[in-house]
């Protein structure tokens, strides 16, 4: 199941802990500094795309290391199977 992927880009400070951690999705503008999601699409104020799941977890690690916390991984998955665990039974 593809893993959709958001980023704020306006609000990104340029550190490039994204591009490092994760360079298959990830790379840093030469014009502005910022990092930019790779084969994405802008919609509204973020920029979106699907990943495969088998980099679920570099895309994790580049989302929890930002420090201005404006990557998002949405791992429907996860959130099915906590869900399911919250249930009474």
Same mark, same amino acid.
């Given at each position: ?27 840093? +503008?030469? %014009?502005? =500094? /910022?990092?930019?999601?790779? $084969? +994405?699409? %802008?919609? =509204? /104020?973020?920029?979106?795309? $699907? ?39």
């Amino acid at each position: 199941m593809p893993i959709k992927v958001t980023h704020l880009r306006e609000k990104c400070i340029g550190c490039g802990s994204c591009a490092e951690t994760d360079p298959n999705h990830w790379t840093m +503008s030469s %014009k502005d =500094g /910022k990092a930019i999601l790779k $084969k +994405s699409q %802008k919609k =509204g /104020k973020y920029f979106i795309r $699907k990943i495969d799941e088998i980099f679920l977890e570099d895309t994790k690690q580049a989302a929890e290391l930002c420090p201005v916390n404006i990557i998002e991984v949405h791992d429907h998955s996860v959130k099915k199977k906590a869900l399911c665990e919250q249930l009474p039974e």
